[in-house]
Structures are given as C-alpha cells and as structure tokens.
C-alpha cells in the first residue's frame, strides 16, 4: 500500500533553515506529481509546492516563492523541501502528498497523505 | 488565484442525520473538485474527486454533486466516525491549488 512518512521536523528561529523529507513506497515515484500542504495551527489547508518527480512543473505558492525549493531523489523515492529564511507565519505541520493520477487535472488532486511533520518557528 | 468558500463554518448535528455541505468557487472548476475529510490529530483524507467520484474504499453514505461553480457534499446517514472537518480543494487552474477553509461537523 502507499506510505508517505514526513521527516525533518522541529524548532527553529525566524531566520533560519529546515529541511524536509518525505519517504515514499508502495507506488512508482516516477509516475507521479508530489506535494507539500501546510496547515498552521487551528487553521486550514494551504498547498505549499508541487513537482513532477522528474524535476519538471515545479510550482509554488506566493507566500513561500524564494524561500523554499522542492526537489525530489529518484533512486530513493524521496520528496524533499528546502525551507529557507523562516518566519513565525510558516510554523505549521507539513504533509506531503501524492497526485491522485499521473497525467491530466488529477496531478493535482491528492489521493495519499503522510502523518504530517510539525515545523515551530519561533525566538 | 480561484478563491474557494464553503457553508456553513461549523454544523451541529446528530447521528443519523442527512448532512449537506456546500462549496462555491470564484471560477468555474468543470468537475475539477474534491472533497477531503480531517479528524483530529490525522493527515487529511480523500473522499470524493471529480465532484461525484467516490475515492477507494469510501462507503457509499457519502456522495457528491455539482459542475462549475458549487458543489455539495451529502453525508446521507451521519455515522459517530463522521464528525470531523470537510473541506473541498479545487485542481482546475494551478498554480495555486487552492483549499476551502474547512466545514465542522460537530454532535448536536
């Protein structure tokens, strides 16, 4: 079955880097559009980034755009996101998510999430 | 940036009650919408995709309508395990994706 397990998570100070790791198994990493989606305390979702696992259609959201970068490790089925430059307004838990197809409207529905990762950015 | 508005914020119901969520989009989606459901302390969950295309392993007590602009979620019996937060995500236009801001079903 697909498993999704976030890693990377923890405390840091406005300023300063994280991050983020996702595991994948259980499907074809290849074949699939990846995701991150945040949800800040009490609040709702907000996508963050999504790519094609082959490096292409990298997108982001406004409020992150320069600061983080999505990227992906093929021979590992790994997700990953690089959080630079943290501010109090990204304290969140993190989950990554799987395209519910591999081609069409549907990479950007998401069919499997991981438990989350929680991100604290505070002095 | 296709702003995503669902209703009511919080519903106060009871077990066995027949539930009706709504979403509306700024722009029209086609059928390009799905509804995810969140428990507490859980990663979200797909339920329903294409408006009306119920995810694997969804029971069929959960249905979804609509195409262009509103869309409805009908819970048609509400089980205790329903009681969660619903909210509908629209993948016609992206970059963003963008997210309800969330329906709570709490117990009356």
């Known amino acids: 079955q697909v498993q999704l397990v976030e890693s990377g998570g923890g405390v840091v100070q406005p300023g300063e880097s994280l991050r983020l790791s996702c595991k994948t198994s259980?499907?074809?990493?290849?074949?699939?559009?990846m995701h991150w989606v945040r949800q800040a305390p009490g609040k709702g979702l907000e996508w963050v980034a999504s790519m094609r696992t082959d490096g292409y259609n990298v997108y982001y959201a406004n409020s992150v755009k320069g600061r983080f970068t999505i990227s992906t490790d093929t021979s590992k089925n790994t997700l990953y996101l690089q959080m630079n430059s943290l501010r109090g307004e990204d304290t969140a838990v993190f989950y990554c998510?799987?395209?519910?197809?591999?081609?069409?409207?549907?990479?950007?529905?998401?069919?499997?999430w991981g438990q989350g990762t929680l991100v604290t950015v505070s002095s | 940036e296709i702003v995503m508005t669902q209703s009511p914020a919080t519903l106060s119901v009871s077990p066995g009650e027949r539930v009706t969520l709504s979403c509306g989009a700024s722009q029209t989606l086609d059928s390009h919408l799905a509804w995810y459901q969140q428990k507490p302390g859980q990663a979200p969950r797909l339920l329903i995709y294409d408006a009306s295309t119920r995810a694997t392993g969804v029971p069929a007590r959960f249905s979804g309508s609509g195409s262009g602009t509103e869309f409805t979620l009908i819970i048609s019996s509400l089980q205790s395990e329903d009681f969660a937060v619903y909210y509908c995500q629209q993948y016609n236009k992206w970059p963003p994706i963008t997210f309800g801001q969330g329906t709570r079903l709490e117990i009356k």
């Open positions: 259980g499907f074809n990493f290849n074949d699939y559009n």
């Open positions: 998510a799987k395209a519910a197809d591999g081609s069409g409207f549907s990479q950007y529905c998401l069919d499997s």
